[in-house]
Nanobody, 125 residues
Framework: QAQLVESGGGSVQAGDSLRLSCAASGRTFSTYPMGWFRQAPGKEREFVAVSTWSGGPTYYADSMKGRFTISRDNAKNSLYLQMNSLEPEDTAVYYC??????????????????WGQGTQVTVSS
């Protein structure tokens, strides 16, 4: 029943930064996992980052660790992904996802019940 809407994507140069936003409606996810996945043309959807719950542990894919930061704003029921030092390999459609379960395999896309429409990130060298 919940809806997720991503925004903030765009075209940037290598080394630049972007901040993606995910606005959730229909229910509150402050105590539930919310994460980011991405999919490039011809590639499988891959895990990017997850916030397990507000104030809880966060996890990142190795290629994003140290460059990307996931965060929440409970008042806005929103999720964010700050992306720094972007590389052409980061070019993909980025999807926000949320789970209605408080526990699960948070790096696994099948864990999530709700998905946004995606926002395109393009990084030029």
């Amino acid at each position: 029943q919940a809806q997720l809407v991503e925004s903030g994507g765009g075209s940037v140069q290598a080394g630049d930064s972007l901040r993606l936003s995910c606005a959730a409606s229909g229910r509150t996810f402050s105590t539930y996992p919310m994460g980011w996945f991405r999919q490039a043309p011809g590639k499988e959807r891959e895990f990017v980052a997850v916030s397990t719950w507000s104030g809880g542990p966060t996890y990142y894919a190795d290629s994003m660790k140290g460059r990307f930061t996931i965060s929440r704003d409970n008042a806005k029921n929103s999720l964010y992904l700050q992306m720094n030092s972007l590389e052409p390999e980061d070019t993909a459609v980025y999807y926000c996802a949320a789970s209605e379960r408080r526990r699960g395999a948070v790096r696994d896309a099948s864990t999530y019940d709700y998905w946004g429409q995606g926002t395109q990130v393009t990084v030029s060298s």
